[in-house]
């Protein structure tokens, strides 16, 4: 910690509405920027005003000992985008723990304590809260495949679900890590269907109400459907490359074709290991201390 500033996180989940929520941050910057607050978020899905590259470890520099070179960099990230702030910093980024694709590979957020003692000597100041979203694993795991499939060649997923069924930490493990390792004043966790919209949220966050929040009128992350994702993958597996623009015309052109093809779905018994799994692991979140759990 650097300073001063109060830091309010959205961490994420994956598959959350996260783009959503940020895009509802762009909407109404004037509105916070005139409330003191100073905002940080990356500029994903052509997101306006997002200026957040943040750099965290891998799991490879996460077993040795260079972690700590990007510290200076995350320092100087949000030192820049905290210029001026009054009432404290909005971040938000999903990627603190780690991204996806390690789900495929039997891991879950392999990096992610490097990564938040990292970002925890970055922050501008005192961390008051931290609100994460957390949505079951069957469809947190085949909704971010789905989302990976849209512009990368992927494997079946018949072929990754045993993998992904073996991953034996979760989001207990994850709550509990952000909590001892950012240790935030408070420490929020959602489930995705007790979400609400994106300025309900804020105001969870900043814990008060803002009057004249908007809500974006644009739709992120518009969900492919089963024969738009096939299509795209026998360009993928052909080696073939897609600009962003030339794939999400693809998606569109698929959008009224909802026959279900089994593109990414386990089987009736793995989905039953999960839902008791994620409902295990709720149970678990609410028994910590200092943690909030709203579901």
Avoid: C
Avoid at 39 to 58: C, M
Avoid at 258 to 263: A, G, H, I, L, S
């Amino acid at each position: 910690m650097t300073g001063n500033t109060a830091v309010y996180l959205h961490a994420g989940a994956h598959r959350t509405g996260t783009s959503s929520f940020q895009n509802m941050l762009s909407v109404n910057r004037d509105l916070l920027q005139d409330a003191g607050y100073r905002l940080a978020y990356p500029g994903r899905d052509g997101i306006e005003g997002g200026k957040l590259k943040l750099k965290l470890p891998t799991p490879r520099h996460a077993a040795g000992s260079d972690s700590q070179k990007f510290v200076q960099g995350a320092t100087r990230q949000l030192a820049r985008l905290n210029r001026g702030a009054v009432a404290g910093l909005i971040l938000s980024e999903e990627n603190i723990p780690g991204r996806m694709f390690h789900f495929y590979y039997g891991q879950f957020f392999p990096a992610a304590e490097t990564r938040m003692k990292v970002l925890k000597q970055a922050l501008p100041g005192p961390l008051r809260h931290l609100v994460y979203v957390v949505r079951p694993y069957g469809a947190l795991f085949t909704s971010g495949f789905r989302k990976r499939a849209e512009d990368n060649s992927v494997d079946d997923f018949a072929n990754l679900r045993t993998n992904m069924m073996a991953i034996d930490t979760g989001w207990f493990e994850l709550i509990a890590a952000f909590q001892a390792h950012l240790k935030p004043e408070k420490l929020t966790v959602i489930d995705y269907g007790a979400r609400g919209q994106s300025t309900a949220l804020l105001e969870a966050l900043l814990g008060q109400g803002l009057p004249d929040l908007q809500e974006p009128e644009q739709r992120i992350n518009t969900s492919a459907t089963d024969r738009a994702l096939e299509a795209l993958q026998d360009i993928y597996r052909k080696g073939e490359t897609l600009e962003r623009d030339a794939w999400q015309d693809i998606i569109l052109r698929h959008a009224d074709d909802n026959d279900p093809r089994r593109f990414a779905t386990f089987t009736a018994a793995q989905d039953a290991t999960l839902k008791a799994r994620y409902e295990d692991d709720l149970n678990r979140i609410a028994a910590l201390s200092d943690v909030t759990l709203i579901r």
